[in-house]
């Protein structure tokens, strides 16, 4: 069982910056960033395969977001830039213990509790 704890989130402005970090209590393989807003479904943001060479990021934070890993640390992070209002959500950290990269949530194994983002306008 491997347990993963989110970190980083907040409340900030339009245009600002957050870092989310998950930290991992064992290896994983793919690791992924899910967010879920009130009364929406919880949707895709991105996803990085162990050796970080492979990345994949939801239409929506292309170009804004990066997702990137240490795995000495067993650690993956989420940076945010040029936050928007329609970015607050509840952000899960997801992990999965193959390498294949996939973006449903049905897809991964475990989940972190969640830390929330809120952007105002």
């Known amino acids: 069982q491997v347990q993963l704890v989110e970190s980083g989130g907040g409340l900030v402005q339009t245009g600002d910056s957050l870092r989310l970090s998950c930290a991992a209590s064992?290896?994983?393989?793919?690791m992924g960033w899910f967010r879920q807003a009130p009364g929406k479904e919880r949707e895709f943001v991105a996803a990085?395969?162990?050796?970080?060479?492979?990345?994949a990021y939801a239409d929506s934070v292309k170009g804004r977001f990066t997702i990137s890993r240490d795995n000495a640390k067993n650690t993956q992070y989420l940076q945010m830039d040029s936050l928007k209002p329609e970015d607050t959500a509840v952000y899960y950290c997801?992990?999965?213990?193959?390498?294949?990269?996939?973006?449903?949530?049905?897809?991964?194994?475990?989940w972190g509790q969640g830390t929330q983002v809120t952007v105002s306008s």
């Open positions: 064992g290896r994983t393989f793919t």
């Open positions: 990085i395969t162990w050796s970080g060479s492979t990345t």
């Open positions: 997801a992990a999965r213990r193959d390498g294949s990269l996939v973006v449903r949530p049905e897809q991964y194994l475990y």
